[in-house]
């Protein structure tokens, strides 16, 4: 067994999402590439509230464990734990975007500030 990576059955919960997705993770794997397998799983099984793939948009909690944030940087396998909970961070109101053709315009991210922006397309 020497050299080898050890395997742990990784379970992350979406929040919104119904049920975990459960897979392998090596216990060297960084928790960044955790949360980028959980995104892969998520789209490809079609789930929804639609997440995006962007890694950096999410927080990554220790369930068991008090709900701990996770550094992305960390290493799964550093905490004895398999369960995990996957949220999407809140985007800040006050943030400004640059638009195609446009002036600079707030973004909202909530279903009526889609339905509204459909409208105008």
Known sequence: MKGKNKKLLVSVNVLGSVGPIRFLANE???????????????????RIPV???DVDNFIFYSINAGFNTLNPQEK?????????LLCKKEPNPQEKVER????????????????LRSLLR
Not at 76 to 84: K, P, R, V, Y
């Open 28 to 46: 060297d794997d960084e928790v960044s590439n955790v949360i980028n397998t959980t995104l892969k799983a998520y789209a490809r099984q079609g």
């Open 51 to 53: 997440l995006g793939f």
């Open 76 to 84: 799964i396998g550093s905490m004895d734990e398999t369960n995990f």
């Open 100 to 115: 195609r053709g446009e002036s600079k315009a707030w973004i909202g991210h909530g279903w009526k500030t889609r339905f």
